[in-house]
Each structure stands twice: as C-alpha cells, then as structure tokens.
C-alpha cells in the first residue's frame, strides 16, 4: 500500500490508520547491525513471513527476520481485516484451468487459513478482536445465481458453512435497500490484522525468533548457505524465505517481474452510537460486495465502521482517499451524512496475472510466495506455513503450488497497468448493466 508519506504520528514508520493507532504493541525493534547466524532468514514480516517464521520457530529452526520498515507496515497491517476463505478464485474455475486433481489438493488446503488464524490466536492469546461470520452481498440475480454457484461447488470440498441469503433476510446482517440478495459464510469473520500479525510475532519471538524492522534487504547471494545483506549488516542462513509480495521493490526481478502491486483505500468514521452501528451491521458479520472492484466494511471493536474500496493498478493513489469510497459508503449508508472520517489510509497488495499466488524457489534452499491476489488475509497464512513446512522437509503441499503456473503480464512493465484497467473497465461495465 502506496504512502506518499503519509505516516502514522502515534506509531511512526506505520501508514496513518486506525489499525496503527490502535496498535497494541508499538515498540519499535532494532535494526540489523553487524553479521548473525540462523537456520533460516525471512525477508518481509507481513503475515507470509511471521506465518512462516512461527511455523518455523515452532518446530525448533533458529530464525531471523528481515524487515525494511515496521511489522505489518504493507498489506498485512492495513487490509479491511477480513477473514474470507479459498482463493482469488473460485476452485471451479482452478479446476478448469489446472485439473481436477489440483483443485482437489487446493480445495483441501482452502480453509485451512482461517483454521490458522483461529487456532493462533487462541493458542498465543493474541488480542486482535476476532469475530465470526462474513456475508457476501449481491446487487443483482445474476451475482445470486452465481454465489449459488460457488456455493454448490465449495460444498464438494467440505464447506459447509455456506448459506443464501434471500433479499428479505438482507436485514439480519446489513440494513440497506442496496442488495438483492447474498449469502453468509459461518466460517469467515473480521480482524485488527495489525494486532494479529503483531500479536504472531511476539509469539515467534517467545520462541526465540529475533525480529529486525527498518532493516531493509539490498543483495541475496545465493550458495550453500547464502547470505541475505542490509545496509548495516547480514544473515547466513541454511534457508532463505522470500515474503515481500508488493514491497520487494527491485530485489528480485524474477519475481516481481511476474506480479503488480495494486493500491486499495480504506477509511474509519469516528466512534458511532452504538445504536447506530449496531442497528447498520446487527449480526456484526463483515461485508464484501460481489462487483468486480468491490466494495467491503465491517464494525470496529469501538464501533466506528470501516469501510474500504476502489482499485489503483500499478499501485498509484487517487489525490483523495475519501472522494473515492465516501460515496459508497453513502449509498449503502445515506444515514451516516453526517459522520466524520478520521482516518484514510492506503495500501498496495500484489497481484499476478492468474489471480493465483507465485509460489516456487529461486534456488534449492531459497523459497518464495507472493501474490496473494486480494485475497491474502487467509492465503498467507496458509501459505507461510507451507513455506515453513517445505524446510523441515514435507514439500508436497509447496510443491502443489509451485507447479501452478506464474505468467507475466501482458505488454510488461510498460503496458500492463493499461491493459488491466481495460479489463477492470469492461468487467465493471457488465457489473453496471447486470450482465
């Protein structure tokens, strides 16, 4: 998520969000400075790498992690904070694309994310206000159908979480005249994704995973035991994690060649009357729309609503935050006129050509995943323990993912921003006529 340098002035080095202001922990942990040893070193401490780095830590594997500004500075501190199970998407279009035996082993695998955040929070008594429940909210039949759809195919894969929802019952989760209809995942539900990724670090750290931030990485040499360089010092590491996503900048081509980061806003009114908040969202489930760029919002503990949307390809940020979702907010909520913002903030995720994550190694003991897609809250987390069980030697569920295919972008660096907003332009078009 793009800055422009705009910094939080409670949690400095942090974007100015309401997740950073609320913070937990706001201590800032010291930067790398001299040489150091460990079994591995994770470059990025987003939810990727802390998943991966307790995985690791956990099962006895010294561990050191490398961040250029805060834990949970990019995506994973300051996404909407929802739970939302599977993958960018859908497994029927996996199974169409990649076989039937591959959307197997994912379908497998798809709600394991959300089973991780849960059992971690319980686990380590990580106070990042979880609750249960998710609705996805249509405009028209059309989405309906396919929600129906979707529903019907994750069933075959164990989901059985999943409910329609008719549009006399739209009330019981959101009270506005917008949607025609939707359906309710028992099994999703909303987070403060900086406590909780704060939260699984001091748990890593409990385990003696040392922890550096404003620690940014310049070279990986690779070899037998390569060595990861900052500017003040280094790592030699037997295994080297690779979790950057839209904030490795110009490290490793390689990688960033095949995804772009892709700016979301978010905002956060003021504290409003319980009454208020309650009587907007009753069930306290958090929100998603089923257009193509979507909108999303959920109640905060302190009951503001946060409410997030618009899409920025190449991460670029619109002049004002809250002239792009503002008047979102207000056609779902006219009644909120009055509420004041006090916080909009943005931030890039990374995206890839498939919507399907890049996961692979660049060598034998160097791994890597990025691209989560929009979808990353539960994705990273499964994936980073993966990541971690790749080096204690079970490879069979990273090696699923990395024989999924990662293709460039058409046109490059150059033209795929264009190109992309011309198929976001045409897929939201068909969501305007209902087609």
């Excluded at 950073?20 to 939810?47: H, M, W, Y």
């Excluded at 999703?188 to 003696?208: K, R």
């Amino acid at each position: 998520m793009s800055d422009k340098n705009r910094t939080s002035s409670s949690n400095p080095g942090h974007a100015p969000s309401w997740y950073a202001a609320s913070a937990n922990d706001k201590r800032v942990r010291p930067s790398l400075a001299g040489e150091t040893q460990a079994d591995v070193c994770v470059i990025g401490a987003g939810f990727t790498g802390i998943s991966a780095a307790l995985q690791l830590a956990e099962n006895g594997f010294s561990v050191v992690v490398l961040e250029g500004e805060r834990i949970g500075f990019g995506a994973s501190g300051r996404n909407g904070g929802q739970i939302v199970n599977g993958y960018s998407r859908d497994l029927e279009v996996i199974a169409r694309r990649y076989g039937p035996e591959k959307a197997a082993k994912l379908g497998e695998m798809s709600l394991e994310g959300g089973q991780i955040i849960r059992e971690r929070v319980a686990k380590y008594g990580i106070d990042c206000g979880l609750v249960d429940g998710g609705f996805f909210a249509a405009f028209t039949d059309k989405q309906i159908r396919e929600m129906a759809e979707v529903r019907a195919n994750w069933q075959k894969h164990g989901h059985t979480g999943l409910e329609m929802v008719s549009k006399s019952d739209v009330g019981r989760y959101v009270k506005t005249d917008r949607y025609a209809g939707g359906m309710i995942d028992r099994l999703g539900g909303h987070i403060h994704p900086l406590n909780l990724v704060l939260g699984e670090a001091a748990a890593a750290e409990s385990l003696d995973a040392r922890i550096f931030e404003n620690s940014r990485v310049t070279a990986l040499a690779m070899g037998a035991n390569p060595v990861v360089h900052t500017a003040a010092g280094s790592v030699r590491a037997k295994y080297v994690l690779v979790c950057g996503n839209a904030y490795l900048g110009s490290l490793l081509p390689r990688i960033t060649e095949r995804m772009m980061p892709v700016s979301s806003q978010v905002m956060a009114t003021e504290p409003l009357d319980a009454k208020l908040i309650e009587d907007l969202l009753p069930a306290n489930y958090c929100v998603e729309d089923a257009n193509y760029v979507l909108d999303y919002y959920r109640r905060t503990a302190d009951n503001r609503l946060l409410y997030g949307g618009g899409i920025g390809y190449g991460g670029q940020d619109p002049a004002n935050l809250t002239g792009v979702i503002r008047p979102n907010m207000l056609k779902t909520f006219p009644q909120l006129a009055g509420a004041k913002i006090e916080y909009a903030w943005s931030g890039n995720f990374a995206l890839t050509l498939t919507r399907i994550p890049h996961v692979g190694k660049l060598a034998d003991n160097v791994y890597f995943s990025h691209g989560d897609s929009g979808h990353g809250v539960t994705t990273t987390h499964l994936l980073g323990k993966i990541l971690g069980e790749a080096v204690s030697g079970h490879a069979s569920r990273f090696d699923v993912w990395a024989s999924l295919p990662a293709l460039p972008f058409p046109g490059g660096k150059t033209f795929r921003v264009p190109f992309t907003v011309l198929g976001a332009w045409w897929y939201g078009l068909r969501d305007r006529l209902g087609v």
